[in-house]
């Protein structure tokens, strides 16, 4: 199973113009569809009066999910080259958005294939690419008398609390390296009363 993947930390912009079409691109990270729904509507809202806003986008730490979307350009002219250009990073969880304002003269399909690999790539050469890894969502159950002894093994295991509550029965809701989680989830059968719940 894979460990870790590449990804953008941050947003990037880029422009491109070619005979009088403007092509203004972002990358961004995301992590969702519903995510990349909300950012798409939020582009036609902004750039409402563009000729089109086409985009592609990859998703899961093996990037399996993907697609492309040519608005209405001819079919294979702009979202295939836009997600070529995140493919050829090695990158997942990206969408990358070109919002075209038509200049008047058409470009052909070679022209608009070019201009959208071109305006994508732009976007892509600023962005910084990091290494995150691949994470299994969990809740940890337990009592609060063992809470010095799960506290610290959750810590070796460079695993993320996302949030936690101490009461009675206290509940950790995690994020546990894929790497770290067959010996943390060892050491966690072997304290009494430890549940682990996958989420």
Do not use: W
Not at 74 to 86: F, V
């Amino acid at each position: 199973m894979i460990e870790s993947f590449q990804t953008i930390a941050t947003t990037t912009e880029g422009l491109y113009k070619s005979k009088g079409s403007k092509f203004i691109s972002f990358a961004l990270p995301v992590k969702t569809v519903e995510e990349i729904k909300e950012v798409i509507s939020g582009f036609r809202k902004k750039f409402h009066d563009a000729r089109h806003i086409c985009y592609a986008y990859v998703l899961g730490s093996e990037g399996t999910e993907f697609r492309a979307n040519d608005d209405g350009e001819p079919s294979g002219t702009a979202g295939r080259p836009i997600l070529g250009q995140i493919h050829s990073k090695g990158i997942t969880d990206v969408l990358v958005v070109v919002v075209r304002y038509f200049g008047g003269v058409l470009l052909g399909t070679g022209g608009l294939v070019s201009a959208y690999k071109e305006a994508a790539s732009i976007a892509l050469k600023d962005a910084v690419v990091v290494v995150k890894n691949v994470e299994i969502q969990c809740e940890i159950h337990f009592q609060y008398q063992m809470m010095n002894e799960v506290m610290k093994l959750v810590k070796d295991s460079e695993t993320v609390i996302d949030t936690q509550y101490f009461e009675n029965e206290c509940v950790l809701k995690c994020l546990v390296p894929v790497r770290n989680e067959k010996e943390l989830f060892e050491k966690l059968r072997k304290i009494d009363d430890v549940r682990i719940i996958f989420c």
